[in-house]
């Protein structure tokens, strides 16, 4: 996954970072579920390997985000969420039944 995108330019990932849950379609694309203490979880780095073909990779994208919302729904979530900074994919995603719910935000971050 840290290799996918560092060619799409984004910074790599800790492993102590990641989640228990998510869902990868062969050697297309993966995604990753965040859960909480709460009834929201995150659907979170969602990427894809660059050098697949575009297809195989929407189709991918489409059967991870059903996979995590099912895993989602199966831990007892009533909200699903996701941050992205491409404008395709949140349309893209938009099928799959979300709703952009803030306009203009900053993600902020700080180490504990």
């Known amino acids: 996954m840290n290799q996918w995108r560092i060619?799409?330019?984004?910074?790599?990932i800790s492993r102590a970072l990641l989640p228990m849950l998510g869902a990868i379609v062969d050697d297309?694309?993966?995604?990753?579920?965040?859960?909480?203490?709460s009834d929201a979880a995150w659907i979170d780095n969602m990427t894809s390997n660059p050098?697949?073909?575009?297809?195989?990779?929407?189709?991918?994208?489409?059967?991870?985000?059903?996979?995590l919302i099912d895993t989602a729904r199966e831990h007892g979530v009533k909200q699903l969420y996701g941050v992205t900074s491409?404008?395709?994919?949140?349309?893209?995603?938009?099928r799959l039944g979300f709703e952009r719910a803030v306009e203009d935000y900053i993600v902020l971050c700080r180490r504990v």
């Open 51 to 67: 050098d697949a073909q575009p297809k195989k990779v929407a189709k991918a994208v489409d059967a991870i985000v059903m996979r």
């Open 7 to 12: 060619k799409h330019g984004f910074e790599p």
């Open 86 to 94: 491409k404008k395709s994919m949140a349309k893209w995603i938009k």
């Open 28 to 37: 297309t694309a993966i995604g990753l579920l965040y859960l909480t203490n």
